[in-house]
């Protein structure tokens, strides 16, 4: 049984830093693509960084320059550092993995979400 276990959410004002993990665990045998997406309520999810296997990496727009993704692939671990963050940050985050596990194909993992809320 392969988990994605998130953390590192929480509360920070204007500005602030969080930084976010995303744990891959189980019967893994190969890691591809990681990232994280965010989703409002009463919106669809949107990508806001991925990074592969060997560290290529991209951030959207409206968080570049701010947040910065990256990976430990001997931990099959994602980080996503979130600089001078901003109120319209606050949504909940969602690690996403493509990865093969033992008698699996390729597959999407999603973790369970952490909130990030920023306000003063």
């Known amino acids: 049984q392969v988990q994605l276990v998130e953390s590192g959410g929480g509360l920070v004002q204007p500005g602030g830093s969080l930084r976010l993990s995303c744990a891959a665990s189980?019967?893994?045998?190969?890691?591809?693509?990681m990232g994280w997406y965010r989703q409002a309520p009463g919106k669809q999810r949107e990508l806001v960084a991925t990074?592969?296997?060997?560290?290529?990496?991209s951030v959207v727009d409206s968080v570049k320059g701010r947040f910065t993704i990256s990976r430990d692939n001997a931990k099959n671990t994602v980080y996503l550092q979130m600089n001078r963050l901003k109120p319209e940050d606050t949504t909940v985050y969602y690690c996403?993995?493509?990865?093969?596990?033992?008698?699996?194909?390729?597959?999407?993992?999603w973790g369970q979400g952490t909130q990030v809320t920023v306000s003063s």
């Open positions: 996403h993995a493509v990865l093969k596990a033992l008698n699996r194909p390729p597959t999407n993992y």
């Open positions: 189980g019967s893994i045998l190969s890691v591809y693509h």
């Open positions: 990074i592969s296997a060997g560290g290529s990496n």
